[in-house]
Structure formats: structure tokens, C-alpha cells
Nanobody, 124 residues
């Protein structure tokens, strides 16, 4: 059973950094898509960063130049390095995984496996 597990959230001041990790059980599929989404109360889940098995990466405009997504194939672990954090980055961050070929979908409903979420709070 593939069940992503996030870690690394916390509270920081504006301008600080956090690194989120998402570990998934071993899988043998060669084609996959992984992503980080975030959600605040009363809002829809927003895609933040995406990566596919071909190494193609996409960021939402609000995090470009500040966040970096990466994937360690040997460890089956997804990372999100978040620098220059802003109060508006405050949210619950979720890791998502699906096994498909092609560009990582931007739509949450296209992902089958989700982590439990990790809270990121940025104070001004």
C-alpha cells in the first residue's frame, strides 16, 4: 500500500525557510507524478509544485524563485525546500502521488494517494 507521509512543517518568521519531506512506500512503477498542494480553511486545495518521472517541474507563480521541489528516487522521497517564506504561505501542505505517464496534473482529483498533511505557519 502506497501511503505518503509528510514531515517538516512548523512555525517560522517571514523570510525564514522550511523543508518538507514526503516519504512513500517502495513502488515499482516507472511512471509517476508527485506534487505539493496547500490548503487554508474555507479555500480550495491549491497546487504549489509538481514533478513527473521525466523530471519536468512546474511551480505556481506565487512560489517561483522561492520554493524548490525535488525527488530522491532511491529513497522514494519528495521534498519541498521553501525559502523566503511569507505569511501568505501559511497553510496545510499535502503531498500527492499518482502513477501515470506525462505531465503532472494540476488538479487534486487526479491524484490517488495523499499524505495526512503538515502545517506551515509563517508569522510577520
Amino acid at each position: 500500500q502506497v501511503q505518503p507521509v509528510e514531515s517538516g512543517g512548523g512555525s517560522v518568521q517571514a523570510g525564514g525557510s522550511l523543508r518538507l519531506s514526503c516519504a512513500a512506500a517502495s513502488y515499482t512503477y516507472s511512471s509517476y507524478c508527485m506534487a505539493w498542494f496547500r490548503q487554508t480553511p474555507g479555500q480550495e486545495r491549491e497546487g504549489v509544485a509538481f514533478v513527473d518521472s521525466a523530471g519536468r517541474i512546474f511551480y505556481t507563480d506565487s512560489v517561483k524563485g522561492r520554493f524548490t521541489i525535488s525527488h530522491d528516487n532511491a529513497k522514494n522521497t519528495l521534498y519541498l525546500q521553501m525559502n523566503s517564506l511569507k505569511p501568505e504561505d501559511t497553510a496545510m501542505y499535502y503531498c500527492a502521488l499518482d502513477f501515470r505517464y506525462g505531465l503532472a496534473p494540476r488538479t487534486p482529483s487526479m491524484y490517488k494517494y495523499w499524505g495526512q498533511g503538515t502545517q506551515v505557519t509563517v508569522s510577520s
